[in-house]
């Protein structure tokens, strides 16, 4: 017996998860004096403790940047800096960039 073709029928709704990945699948690159924080494991290099640290510093800047414990302290202090300063500030997890705030305008 003939197999009968499937046919597919689009829902109505967009699941509002795949709206987000689409939407946000733009990529962009941190440019020269954005403030950028990254998630980086706290203790001896390879281990496995699960204890994190987030530094906040300036993309291709001369700035070392500052170490924090919890990502809510870099966050505040990042979101700060990124004000008087007049740039964005981005998140980088896993080498994926998310913007947290533009104050560029």
Known sequence: MPKQPTTRV???DAPSEAVE?????RRFAAEPGDLVITREPAGPSGATS???RYSLSVR???DTGRVFA???A???E????AATRKVRLIYFEDGVPVLLIDHRH
Request: glycine share 16%; charged share 10%; aromatic share 8%.
């Open 21 to 25: 990945r689409v939407a946000g699948a």
């Open 70 to 72: 919890s990502y809510e």
């Open 78 to 81: 990042g979101e700060q800096t």
């Open 60 to 62: 291709a800047g001369s």
């Open 74 to 76: 870099a966050a505040v």
């Open 10 to 12: 689009p829902p109505t």
């Open 50 to 52: 699960g204890a994190w």
